[in-house]
C-alpha cells in the first residue's frame, strides 16, 4: 500500500511561491505509474492540477501552465509542485496522488492560502 504525505502549503502573498512536496512510502515509485497534484477550493470539486508519469511525460491544468512544475524524484521518493505567481484563485487544499496498478492513494492534502 502506498503511504502519501504532504507539506509545504501555507500562507503567501499574492505574486510568491511555495513548493509543495509529497513523501512517499510503501514500496518503489518505479511501480507507481502516474502521480499527481489536485485541489479543492471550499464549494469546488477537486481538479487535477498536475500530472507526472513515470515515463517523463508531464501534463497540466491550462489554469497553471506557466506558473506551475511538477517534478518527481524516484531516488527521493518524492513528488514536488513548485507553485509561482500564485494569486487569491490558487487557493486551495492540495492533494498528493499516485496511481499503482490500477489503485488509487491519496495523501491528507495540504493548505495554500493566498491573500494579502
Known amino acids: 500500500q502506498v503511504q502519501l504525505v504532504e507539506s509545504g502549503g501555507g500562507l503567501v502573498q499574492p505574486g510568491g511561491s511555495l513548493r509543495l512536496s509529497c513523501a512517499v512510502s510503501?514500496?518503489?515509485?518505479?511501480?507507481?505509474?502516474?502521480m499527481g497534484w489536485y485541489r479543492q477550493a471550499p464549494g469546488e470539486q477537486r481538479e487535477l492540477v498536475a500530472g507526472?508519469?513515470?515515463?517523463?511525460?508531464?501534463n497540466y491544468a491550462d489554469s497553471v501552465k506557466g506558473r506551475f512544475t511538477i517534478s518527481r524524484d524516484n531516488a527521493k521518493k518524492s513528488l514536488y509542485l513548485q507553485m509561482n505567481s500564485l494569486g487569491p484563485e490558487d487557493t486551495a487544499v492540495y492533494y498528493c496522488?499516485?496511481?499503482?496498478?490500477?489503485?488509487?492513494?491519496w495523501g491528507q492534502g495540504t493548505q495554500v492560502t493566498v491573500s494579502s
Open positions: 496522488s499516485a496511481n499503482r496498478w490500477g489503485l488509487d492513494y
Open positions: 510503501g514500496g518503489s515509485m518505479l511501480s507507481i505509474n502516474h
Open positions: 507526472a508519469h513515470s515515463g517523463g511525460n508531464t
